[in-house]
């Protein structure tokens, strides 16, 4: 079955980094767009940042843009999220998600698998 396992969240200061990786198995990995999205206490959940299933493109929230970068390596299964410059707002549970084709999609309903999520703090 699909499994999809975030790890490397935890407490960062702002202007700090943290590293998510999600270690997908139980599908094809290097078919499919695998996006990033994230939900703060009290909001819905957002899309924060896709990539192709052969790393070809990337896109990311305007929220993020610059600050974050996605990639991945197929050969490992696994998705990251490199967070630099992190922000207040940036506080949120973040979840890995399968894409239901290679297709990246801003619309969250588009993706089919989750994460459990890892939940990222930024304070002072």
């Known amino acids: 079955q699909v499994q999809l396992v975030e790890s490397g969240g935890g407490l960062a200061q702002p202007g700090g980094s943290l590293r998510l990786s999600c270690a997908a198995s139980?599908?094809?990995?290097?078919?499919?767009?695998m996006s990033w999205a994230r939900q703060a206490p009290g909001k819905g959940l957002e899309w924060v940042s896709g990539i192709y299933s052969d790393g070809s493109d990337t896109y990311y929230a305007d929220s993020v843009k610059g600050r974050f970068t996605i990639s991945r390596d197929n050969a490992k299964n696994t998705l990251y999220l490199q967070m630099n410059s992190l922000k207040l707002e940036d506080t949120a549970l973040y979840y890995c998600?399968?894409?239901?084709?290679?297709?990246?999609?801003?619309?969250?309903?588009?993706?089919?698998?989750w994460g459990q999520g890892t939940q990222v703090t930024v304070s002072s």
């Open positions: 139980g599908f094809s990995f290097s078919s499919y767009a």
């Open positions: 998600a399968k894409a239901r084709d290679d297709f990246i999609s801003a619309n969250v309903y588009e993706y089919d698998y």
